[in-house]
């Protein structure tokens, strides 16, 4: 029997289209989008069980939507050698996407980028159509991927520690203001999240909060 409010776990398959499988974990819910999480590439050695990608399952699924979180070849339990490929990481995430869709009945998900797998969101944005994005910890994407832009179709965001001094923050919070997007800085935080983590959770389900006409965007923490 399932309670109200109980978190749970399914494992899932994704095919690639050379018949590698890859591991992943889904949660059902019932609100669109579905939020589809890129953890971070193996050269960072990130994959679905990062501290980051397991809080964002257990807020959004939580918050009532679908989530996807997945294992790039080689790591874990997804099949292959680890790659050291942009573009098997690509090829892993819109593999991924495509079960997202097919999950949420071919609603595009929101996509959220851990650490270097905003590059491969970078990308992904350029392919294939999105409901919004948001980028923990930016490892490659830089405020100038997005300063020329005259605007954005969708909901963007940017999370960032306090005690992280590798982020342009104020580049970051003035284009983001300028995209209608959100800045949040987690106070008391570094890279790892150890603490305030809950906070990061809070931040992408408010951004989703927005797609439904339930929150107000606007830019915070700066």
């Given amino acids: 029997m399932v309670l109200k409010g109980q978190f749970l776990e399914r494992p899932t398959l994704i095919q690639l289209t050379n018949g590698l499988v890859l ?45 996807l979180r997945f ?17 098997d990481w690509l090829d892993d995430a819109r593999a991924a996407m495509d079960l997202a869709r097919e999950n949420t009945g071919g ?22 159509a999105i409901a919004g994005l948001v980028l923990i910890n930016p490892s490659l994407a830089r405020p100038a991927d997005f300063e020329s832009r005259e605007k954005v179709t969708w909901p963007l965001g940017v999370v960032v520690a306090e005690h992280d001094s590798s982020q342009e923050r104020g580049r970051w919070a003035a284009v983001l203001e300028r995209l209608d997007g959100r800045f949040t800085l987690i106070p008391g935080a570094n890279r790892t999240y150890q603490r305030n983590l809950p906070m990061v959770g809070q931040a992408v389900a408010s951004l989703l909060s927005d797609l439904t006409g339930q929150g107000t965007g606007g830019t915070s923490g700066v």
């Avoid at 971070?40 to 989530?67: K, Q």
């Fill in 23 to 67: 591991e992943g974990v889904s949660h059902r819910g019932e609100k669109r989008p579905g939020l589809l999480v890129l953890p971070p590439p193996p050269i960072e050695g990130g994959g679905m069980d990062h501290v980051v990608g397991a809080e964002l399952a257990y807020a959004i699924s939580h918050a009532g939507h679908p989530t």
């Fill in 71 to 87: 294992n790039f070849r080689g790591v874990g339990g997804s099949q292959g050698a680890v790659s050291k490929s942009p573009g």
């Fill in 107 to 128: 609603a595009a998900p929101f996509i959220a980028t851990i650490g270097a797998s905003d590059a491969i969101a970078l990308k992904l944005i350029e392919l294939e």
